[in-house]
């Protein structure tokens, strides 16, 4: 059973900076797609960025691009979400996500089979 458990979310102002954390324990094997979603209030859960940990790709939504990195860390088993020039339309509760494949997209939430329990991340203005 793979559990993903996130961190490092909170409250700052706009410009302001986060990092999230999602450790990961339970794989079998490496290879996994990874990936960051959000879900604001009354909003739709939309994808924010992903990898695969087998090496190389990333994929960043059209509205954060510029503004994020994500990365995974193998040894520490942990996938990162770095946050810069942060907005308030941000605001969000950030899910961590892990699947062997992407069969619908590495950015489509239908794609990923394990979820964590989510992080806060309020932007104010």
């Known amino acids: 059973q793979v559990q993903l458990v996130e961190s490092g979310g909170g409250s700052v102002q706009a410009g302001g900076s986060l990092r999230l954390s999602c450790a990961a324990a339970?794989?079998?094997?490496?290879?996994?797609?990874m990936g960051w979603f959000r879900q604001a209030p009354a909003k739709k859960r939309e994808g924010v960025a992903s990898?695969?940990?087998?090496?190389?790709?990333?994929f960043y939504a059209d509205s954060v691009k510029g503004r994020v990195a994500i990365s995974h860390d193998n040894a520490r088993n942990t996938l990162y979400l770095q946050m810069d020039s942060l907005q308030p339309e941000d605001t969000a509760m950030y899910y961590c996500?892990?699947?062997?494949?992407?069969?619908?997209?590495?950015?489509?939430?239908?794609?990923?089979?394990?979820w964590g329990q989510g992080t806060q991340v309020t932007v104010s203005s």
């Open positions: 996500a892990a699947s062997r494949t992407a069969a619908w997209g590495p950015l489509e939430s239908r794609s990923y089979n394990y």
């Open positions: 990898l695969y940990t087998g090496g190389g790709s990333t």
């Open positions: 339970g794989y079998t094997g490496s290879r996994y797609f």
